[in-house]
């Protein structure tokens, strides 16, 4: 059996070289040769897709993941789903998740990668319950990341525990793209000696090891990794599908993908980047390999952002001095994965840090709600007497935090009965409020333009 392959094409790809801004069109034109190649899953949902559809695009999410399904008829559809964030950037009460849940599998996914940016399981519970409840098949992702307590013994620990969640299939999440080749063959090794479900692994060629990784992992029983179709791959995306059907073919790990389908969806999308690329949009750097995230272990997008923070301040002379104030910072708060929103809330504490001159000086609000255990547990233990200097007397709650949410969907139906057509409308808005509102709005109860006033006047 050779190893399955999940492309990405159509939701990291684009997410990670020019921030979601493919249109459903564009996804369409090439779906027919993909969902003829023979793939394991095609990603087509979830991460930023849902925010970006409705807020740059003007696209109903919902319907574009209609249209793929009602093309797409071989091949699961697979998404990336936020725990308690669904695929927003906060927590979510409970019925909000389990109806996202549903209305995702009945729209057409049929496998539903779960994570939390903490690890801490008690933020999936009700995603991965929802999940199986409702007949999807249910990844449980684990964010791959270095610490001192980010050991193959702790990942192997933390398999066993998703395991016993009722995961279907478990996913090494390397979203920094940090993962060197011999410790992915440790790793895999680890985790096949001790848990029975299939195991996928996921990187970014940023750092430019991922292929390296990636055939280690496969000499080491991984089964599923995820690749993009080339003209959506490496820079900050994942390695090129075609090329690993190349490297793998007539070995024992050959994956078995049509070629002939794989280069004729790769012509069409050539136009597509090659757009983006004009425009601006795909900014080149994004193409390109960065190995100083190996030095610091810092995600590629955060250190533009970090850059970016500087420059706006006047003080880009002082991004080596934030470099080293990050891994320090992280180490403070208890090691947390450098994945949004933490990385973002990591490197802006950094950034204070250094340019005040004083150590938490000031603190934003993010940080303080970390603190007080309103995102999850942190991995590793947090230094008391910095938590009580930034929270003082505030609470510090210790069990799952969505348990402080009261049910809302039916809030949101009732406040917007005049607005919304549907669950998925409703939420839509659960969501994304404001962004939501706007565009049903425009959907439903379009504005006339001024030549279609013209015309009507014409008539009268």
């Known amino acids: 059996m050779g190893v399955k392959i ?5 939701r990291d790809g684009h997410q990670s070289l020019f921030a979601t801004r493919m249109r459903t069109e564009e996804i369409l034109s090439i779906l027919p040769d993909l969902d003829a190649a023979g793939y394991h899953a095609i990603e087509v949902w979830g991460g930023a897709t849902f925010d970006a559809c409705l807020r740059f695009l003007n696209e109903d999410p919902w319907e ?6 009602k093309v797409c008829k071989n091949t699961k559809l697979q998404m990336l789903f936020r725990g308690q964030n669904i695929l927003g950037y906060k927590h979510y009460p409970d019925d909000i998740v389990e109806m996202f849940v549903k209305k995702s599998l009945e729209n057409g996914i049929d496998i539903i990668r779960v994570f939390d940016a903490l690890n801490d399981l008690r933020n999936m519970e009700t995603a991965v319950t929802a999940t199986k409840r409702y007949g999807g098949h249910c990844q449980v992702a ?7 307590i980010h050991t193959v013994e702790y990942f192997v ?3 066993k525990k998703i395991e016993a969640m009722g995961a279907d299939s478990l996913c090494i999440k390397d979203m920094s793209g940090v993962l060197l080749p011999e410790d992915a063959y440790r790793l895999v090794k680890e985790l096949k000696a001790n848990v029975g479900i299939p195991i996928e692994l996921h990187s970014h060629c940023t750092a430019g090891v991922a292929h390296a990784t990636y055939m280690k992992a496969i000499e080491a029983g991984v089964d599923i990794i995820d690749t993009a179709l080339s003209p959506l791959s490496s820079g900050t995306s994942q390695p090129p599908t075609e090329s690993f059907q190349y490297i793998l073919r007539g070995t024992p790990y050959d994956p078995g993908l049509d070629l002939d389908r794989l280069n004729a969806a790769a012509e069409k999308i050539k136009s597509v980047r090659d757009k983006y690329l004009a425009s601006g949009q795909l900014d080149p750097k994004a193409l390109m390999v960065n190995p100083l995230i190996l030095q610091y272990q810092l995600p590629g997008g955060m250190l533009s952002n970090l850059m970016s923070q500087l420059k706006n301040q006047g003080a880009s002379d002082r991004y080596e001095e934030v470099l080293r104030e990050v891994p320090a910072v992280r180490a403070d708060l208890g090691y947390p994965p ?3 929103p933490l990385s973002q809330m990591v490197g802006t504490q950094a950034v204070m840090n250094v340019l005040t001159g004083e150590r ?20 590793g233990l947090i230094d008391e007497g910095l938590r009580r200097r930034i929270i003082g007397a505030d609470k510090v709650i210790e069990y799952r935090p969505a348990e402080d949410l009261e049910p809302q969907f039916e809030v949101y139906r009732e406040k917007y009965k005049e607005l919304t057509h549907s669950d998925e409308d409703v939420l839509s808005i659960a969501l994304f409020e404001s962004v939501a509102v706007k565009f049903l709005e425009n959907k439903y109860r379009p504005k006339e333009s001024p030549a279609e006033v013209y015309e009507i006047n014409l008539h009268i």
């Open 142 to 148: 684990f964010c791959y990341t270095t610490s001192p």
């Open 64 to 69: 574009r993941l209609r249209q793929i399904r």
């Open 6 to 10: 999940v492309d990405t094409a159509l």
């Open 338 to 340: 450098l994945v949004t």
């Open 157 to 159: 620990a933390l398999a």
């Open 360 to 379: 938490y000086k000031l603190v934003p609000e993010e940080i303080k709600d970390y603190l007080r255990g309103q995102y999850g547990a942190a991995p």
